[in-house]
Every structure is written in C-alpha cells, then in structure tokens.
C-alpha cells in the first residue's frame, strides 16, 4: 500500500513548520497534553458535581491541580467550548479524515504496529498493556513538565523557549535507549 | 471566531502529522531507535521553518509578538521529558498523536488514551506533593527564551537579541535537517525506501 509512505521530509516539513506558523500568528502556539487533564475534569464533574465550582472571580475546583493558577483548568473544564479543547477534537477529526482520504488502515494494523509484531508477536493483549501503561507514563510525565511533544518541543524550541530544550533533552534522553532496547528488528 | 480557527488549524495539524508519519508508530519507533531518520528531518525542518516565519514575521511588524507563549523552566521539566520519552518510546505514542491514531482506526492507541486519562489524574492527585517538593520552582529564571524578544514579556538567557537569535536557530535547524542522514543505523533489509 503506497498510501502509508510518508510525505517526503521536505514538502512534510514545510506543511508542519506552516501549521505551527500559523498557529502562532492567529491564535497562540500548539499544545495538546493540558486537554487530557480539562477531559478528567469534565468527567470529575459529572461524576461529582461538586468538583468544580463557580465563584465570583471565576472558578475553582477541590483539586489543586485544577484550581491553580486561578481556576483556568477549572474554568476550561466547565466550558468545554473553548479553543484549546476544540483544537484537539479537531485534531482528531483532521487525522481521520487524512487517514480515510488515503485508503484507511489494515486490519492488522489497527490492532498493533508492524514494528511491534516484528519484535513481540500478534499478542493484542500484551500491545493493549504497553501502550495503557505508555500513556500512563507519557501523561503523568507531561503533566509534570507543564507541557508534551507539540507544546514544549516543538512550540517551546520554535519560540527558543529555555525550558522547550530542558524539556527536549529529558525526552530524547529516556526515548532513544528505549526504543533501542525494545525495537532491534525493523519489522 | 476561536472556536472556527481552532477547528481550521486544528484540523490541518491533526491531517499533517498523519501525512508525515509523526501519528504512525512505526515511524515513532524507527525514529527513535535511531533506525531512520526520515521523520526527525521533517519535524526539525518544522520547528526550523516555524521559527524563521515567526520571529522574521515579528521583525518586519506582521505578528503579534503577545502571541508567544513561554512555559517556565523547573528540574520537573527535565523530570517529566524523562517520562514522557520513555512512554513515547514504548508505546510510539505522544498525547497529539495517540489522539490522531485512535481516530485514525487504531485500537492500540484508545489504551493509550485510557491510559493518559489516568495518569493525568494520577499527576492531579499527586500535584501537591511535586509542589511541595520543590521541584516545580523556576530555575534560569523560569519563563525565559535564549534571548530577549522585543516586545515579549519574557526576559532572556543570553544578552542576545531575541528575534535575531530567533531566526539565526530557525536557520540551524533548517540546516540540521538537511544534513541529517536519513539513517544512523540498521541494516535496512527488506525495508522499502520512504517516499522521495
């Protein structure tokens, strides 16, 4: 299937490099791992209503963490219709659409990548744990950062933000012996 | 008009990194084993691309330097890179792209979702300890950039112009991702060469 060849790194570079312009010059830079936290606050609240309150300066929560910096997580949660939120839906929305537009994924595919077969085997319960516990991992350790791949990497780097390459150093840091170790067959 | 511009960039961000592979984690993985470089050139030329238009925008008066949003630098930083690469590496998911994959069809990525949304509530449980700790207080003076940008509410590493530093980085990467050999290592039997 030709369809899953990349874009050359160029014309692919300068699509993304246009998107990030983009971003910053209308609205503000990408980022995308505060939305998981504004989910869990939504799905707080409905749980249990009393997790994010309204007050008369805006808004809070009785978590910490959502209630920092005055409420703005808190404010978020309580109105889902917001820029950030819908970016990532639309997000989503975009990558099915490219996904769709060039044929859709194999069946395989869908349930593991080939990389991962090629070095684990067809086991979708083993490829389900690891990347449950990867996005444990990946979150938690965003959260802490105060930012992920989109916001301190590549929008921290494109701003020469300081903390865009501590970030970036701690990354690649951890990634690459990793992914060394778990992926020595290409597939 | 937010909620129209979120849906328009967020939209071609979400259909670009699919078109680069950055949503496949097989290109994740090869990347980050240092087996293929094809989509480290791409983002490097990104970030390069995203620079030089930005801060050569802001030179010439044509963006809105308030748009810059620079996030504080603490060891927690570093601390949370650690984790994040390593889960990166194992799952061939980032936050972006584990929400572009599941969208795209693949299950594998919904854990990764599932996953996320805990350990981000994991993160929101245990933030007042990481607070206490220390861990969280700026260092370098916390919401910094490598020089001061003109008109930016940031101050600088270095006593460099900002915007100058800014397009002269810009022009590096670009550089970098020229130079880097799409392969470092990996015999590359039976792999098919990426779209050229």
Redesign the interface.
């Known amino acids: 299937m030709t369809a899953d060849k990349p874009l050359n790194w160029k014309i692919g570079g300068v699509a993304l490099g246009l998107v990030f312009f983009l971003a910053v010059l209308l609205v503000k830079p990408i980022g995308v791992s505060t939305q998981f936290v504004i989910l869990d606050g939504i799905l707080a609240d409905i749980a249990a209503p009393e997790f994010i309150t309204q007050t008369e300066e805006g808004y809070t929560s009785t978590n910490a963490y959502m209630a920092k910096s005055d409420g703005k997580y808190a404010k978020s949660a309580a109105n889902p219709l917001n820029y950030s939120f819908i970016f990532v839906l639309a997000m989503a929305a975009g990558a099915f659409a490219s996904v769709m537009a060039r044929g859709g994924l194999s069946k395989s595919e869908r349930v593991a990548p080939a990389l991962w077969r090629a070095n684990f085997g067809d086991s979708a319960a083993k490829r389900y744990a690891v990347a449950f516990v990867g996005g444990f991992v990946v979150l938690y350790g965003a959260r802490l950062a105060g930012g992920c791949t989109s916001g301190h990497m590549m929008s921290g780097m494109m701003q020469t933000a300081v903390s865009g390459y501590i970030f970036t150093a701690g990354a690649f840091a951890a990634a690459v012996p990793v992914a060394m170790i778990m992926y020595k067959r290409e597939g | 008009m ?2 129209i ?17 950055a ?5 994740i ?2 990347m ?4 293929h470089l ?2 480290a ?11 030089v ?2 801060f050569g ?1 802001q030179m010439l008066g044509l ?2 330097v308030g ?8 060891v ?34 919904l ?15 245990t ?2 300890s ?2 206490a700790s220390g861990l969280l207080d700026d260092i ?2 916390g ?5 001061a ?1 003109p008109g930016a509410s940031y101050d600088g ?1 270095f006593a460099v112009s ?1 915007d100058v ?2 397009v002269a ?2 022009a590096v ?1 670009v550089l970098v ?1 020229i130079v880097l050999p799409e392969r470092l290592s ?7 060469t ?3």
């Open positions: 937010q909620i511009l979120a849906i328009v960039i967020g939209a071609a961000f979400g259909a670009v990194l699919d078109r680069v592979g949503a496949n984690p097989n290109w993985g090869k980050l084993s240092l087996k094809h989509l050139k791409t983002i490097i030329l990104a970030i390069g691309v995203g620079s238009l930005m925008g963006v809105e748009h810059m949003s620079v996030k504080a630098a603490y927690g930083v570093f601390i949370g890179g650690l984790l994040l690469g390593a889960g990166w590496a194992a799952s061939g998911y980032c936050p972006g792209t584990g929400v572009c994959a599941a969208a795209s069809g693949r299950k594998d990525a854990f990764f979702i599932a996953g996320g949304l805990l350990g981000a509530a994991a993160y929101m449980a933030y007042p990481w607070k370098a003076g919401k910094v950039t490598l020089g940008v590493l900002g530093l800014g980085l810009g990467f991702a990996g015999d590359g039997a039976g792999v098919e990426p779209a050229e």
